[in-house]
C-alpha cells in the first residue's frame, strides 16, 4: 500500500493513534480511504467498493465525467458500489444521484465553509460545547459518502485537522463540566471507525458518571448498511453499552424514501435489537425532498420502521450548497403540508434553522412576519424566546432577515 505499511495502518484502525497528523496531505489521504475501506468492511463475502474519482463512475458520461472533475478538485467526492446502484442513471433529476453525485453550480457559491461558526464553540481538539447539557465529539473525517450539501465539508479537506480520533482532551473537558449529561459522536461518521476504537470511545464516555446517553449521528444505514448487517460484533458493543441508566441514541440520516431498502430496514432492525433508541434527521432539499408528497412517505416509512423523523432542518449556507437551498417560507409550506398528512409520531418533526446561535425553530407565517423560536441555544436567555422578524422574499438563512 504505498510507502504506509499495513502494519502501521491497522495500528492508525485499531489504536489512539495521531499519526494520521503527522503525515503529508497525500499521505493523509490515503490513509483516510484506507481507514474507511478497512473500518467498514464487511465480514461477508459482500464487498463494498468505495469510489473517489468521479472518473471511475459509470452511470456518467464522458462529458459529465469532465466537467464534474472540476468540482472535485474544490468539494470531493466520495461514494460506494451499494449507494450507486440506487441510482437511475437515465434520469439526470434523480433525488439519490443528486445526494452524492457533484453538480456545477457548486463552484458558483461564494458562501462560507462554516456559517454556524462551529469554531466559536470548539473547547478542545474535536470537542465542541454549544449547548449546556450537550458535548460534539468529531470523532471520524470519513463517511460512507460526502453528502453534497454536507455542513461540513471543510473536514474533508486536506489542511482541515478538526477531527480526531483520539478523544483525550475531549474526555478530560467533558470530565470537568458535569452539566454536560449526553455526548453527540460525529464527524465524519462514527460508524466508519473500526468496532473496537467504537467500543473503546463507547467506555469511556460511559465511564464518566454524568454521561447518561451517548448519540451517534450516521448515515451508514443509508450509505452501506451491511457495515452493521455483517458485524455482529458492533451490534454486541453497542448492547452491551446499553442500561437502564446509560442509554445509546443512534441518529440516522435518510433523507429519501428510495433509501429505505430491504438492507436498510433490516439494518434498523439489527440496531433496534440492540437497546437503542433510534431516530432520524433529514435536511429540507432542493430536488431531492423539496415535496410534501416524498417526505410525508418518508416520515411515515420511518415511523413503521422505529426510526421517526425529529428534525427537518433548513439546508445550511454552506460554501457549495446554494443549489439546495430551498427558502424558508416554501419550506415552512412543506412541512407544514407534511405534517398535515401524517402520525402523531412524525408531527413531533420541528422545522429548525441550526444557526450559529442556536437550533431556531421555523414556527410560521403571519401578515408580513415570520415566527421564530429558538429551540436550543448558545446564549441560555434566549432559549425558548419566540421572536418576529419583518419576511424578506426568498430569504434562506436568519441572517438573510437581518441583514
Known sequence: MSHIEQDELAEIIDGDSEIIDERTDTERELIKNSLATESAQPISERKINYFTDISTVDGLSGKDREQLSRVTKIFKF????????????DDPD???????????????????????????????????????????????????????FCFRKRLFLNDNKEASRNIAEGLGYIQ???????????????????????????????????????RIGTKI????????????????????HNHDDKRIYIITHFDHPRELTSEATTCIDKLITTGSILMNQTPLLRDVNDDPNILTELFNRLSVIGAPQYYLFQCR????????SVPLDEGFRIYQETINRVSGLAKR???IMSHATGKIEIVGFEGANIHLKYHQARDPENLGRFFNLPWKPGAMWLDDLIE
Not at 78 to 89: D, G, T
Not at 137 to 142: N, Q, R
Not at 317 to 324: D, I, Q, S
Request: proline letters at 7%; one cysteine or more.
Open 317 to 324: 449556507p454552506t460554501k457549495g450548497n446554494g443549489c439546495y
Open 78 to 89: 466520495r461514494a460506494n458500489n451499494y449507494y450507486l446502484n440506487l441510482i437511475n442513471w
Open 221 to 240: 444505514p443509508a450509505f452501506n448498511p451491511f457495515r452493521i448487517i455483517d458485524d455482529p460484533e458492533l451490534l454486541s458493543v453497542i448492547s452491551k
Open 94 to 148: 434523480d433525488p439519490l444521484r443528486k445526494i452524492v453525485i457533484p453538480c456545477n453550480d457548486e463552484l458558483n457559491d461564494p458562501s462560507d465553509l462554516d456559517p454556524s461558526q462551529e469554531h466559536k464553540v470548539t473547547v478542545t481538539k474535536g470537542c465542541e460545547h454549544k449547548y449546556k447539557s450537550t458535548a460534539l465529539l468529531l470523532v471520524s473525517e470519513v463517511c460512507g459518502g460526502f453528502c453534497r
Open 349 to 351: 418533526t420541528k422545522y
Open 176 to 214: 470537568k463540566h458535569p452539566e454536560i449529561n449526553n455526548i453527540l459522536l460525529s464527524g465524519g461518521d462514527p460508524l466508519m471507525l473500526s468496532t473496537n476504537h467504537i467500543d473503546r470511545i463507547l467506555t469511556s464516555l460511559f465511564a464518566i458518571d454524568h454521561i447518561n446517553i451517548v
